[in-house]
């Protein structure tokens, strides 16, 4: 098991520089940059966070013509657009940039933000706590509802009970998660409707000073809508997981034998069936929660106003922040390479009889 656990660990560092690779290739070819931000925002007399690379003004630039390599860059004068190259580490050639950003990355160190000042670190370890509390909590919900559900299907498989319920499980699985959040605005966050839920943030204003408990039932009542969207495409898929997890081992031959034996269903069930359809379930919890917390939060941070990771992520691209941009693309692929050998342990923990250490890679 040793042996497997370390090639795995292994094979995680070419994934992650083939990810980093591609990614930082595609960036060489998409239009515009931080350079031509700064640029665009000077030309309109933008300040603020222009003044950090510009020592606070554009005096004389009228006087000078710039590089003709940004468009819009001609009332610029060329030390300026070169200081600027410098600052940003776009003086040096493509696979110096990144094997300097790889080696920073390999030692944590993802440097500042180009357009805020702070520490990219200070700024990811802000925004986490929204993300991880909204996919632990969608993670944990869909499992509630999924697991009994999906049993209940499978040993009521082919009744009235079973065909309507996946009528609605495949609807909600249809339904887009930007659309769902929506629907929930308008009928329960004063969109149309009832104003039942608040409509943005995590917190009422000045709910700091209120005693634990009334901010903790603040903190859910803001999260509740937040939380349903982003558990209804997984809740869907972990219920048809779960009865045919279960209808699988149902079928087999052990089940029938035991039945034979003369053993009540319960104890078939319960004492047989379960432990081995629950196996695949249980163990994809840290593949699903990465799920939810990765590809859900961008649609659920923008509709309902959350500061967290991926309306960070987002952001960082269109501004073309690429620090921030490739920080958290590194941070988000090694934990998810790595809750993905944690999911494969998982099997282990579960069942012993597994072990992926005799297998041959």
Do not use: C
């Amino acid at each position: 098991m040793g042996a497997y656990i370390l090639r795995r660990l292994l094979l995680i560092i070419p994934t992650l520089l083939g990810i980093m690779l591609i990614n930082f290739i595609l960036v060489q070819f998409v239009p515009g940059g931080p350079i031509e931000r700064i640029i665009s925002q000077l030309e309109e007399g933008g300040g603020g966070a222009t003044d950090r690379f510009t020592g606070g003004g554009t005096d004389g630039v009228d006087q000078q013509s710039g590089d003709d390599q940004y468009k819009g860059a001609r009332g610029l004068p060329s030390e300026l657009i070169a200081d600027l190259e410098k600052q940003f580490g776009f003086d040096k050639p493509p696979i110096e940039r990144f094997a300097t950003m790889i080696w920073n990355y390999a030692r944590f160190d993802f440097g500042e933000s180009y357009f805020r000042s702070v520490t990219i670190i200070d700024l990811i370890l802000e925004k986490m706590p929204v993300s991880i509390t909204l996919g632990l909590w969608s993670t944990l919900l869909a499992y509630l509802i999924s697991i009994p559900l999906g049993i209940k299907k499978a040993v009521k498989d082919g009744s009235r009970f079973d065909v309507w319920s996946s009528g609605i499980i495949v609807a909600a699985y249809a339904i887009p998660g930007l659309l769902f959040g929506i629907i929930l605005i308008v009928l329960f966050a004063g969109g149309s409707y009832w104003q039942i839920f608040p409509f943005r943030g995590l917190s009422s204003e000045g709910s700091e000073d209120w005693g634990a408990l009334a901010r903790i039932g603040d903190y859910f009542w803001h999260a509740a809508l937040p939380i349903i969207t982003s558990t209804i495409a997984a809740f869907a898929t972990l219920t048809l997981l779960t009865k045919n997890s279960f209808m699988d081992e149902i079928s087999k031959q052990y089940v029938m034998t035991a039945r034979a034996k003369g053993l009540t269903e319960f104890r078939v069930f319960y004492g047989h069936v379960f432990r081995n359809a629950m196996l695949i379930v249980i163990s994809g919890f840290p593949a699903l929660f990465v799920g939810i917390f990765f590809s859900g939060s961008l649609i659920v941070e923008v509709i309902f106003s959350l500061d967290g990771l991926g309306l960070l992520g987002y952001e960082s691209a269109v501004n073309r922040d690429y620090q921030v941009f490739f920080a958290t693309l590194y941070i988000f692929t090694l934990i998810g390479l790595v809750m993905k050998l944690i999911s494969d342990l998982t099997y282990i923990w579960i069942d012993p009889r597994i072990d992926f250490g005799s297998r041959e890679t």
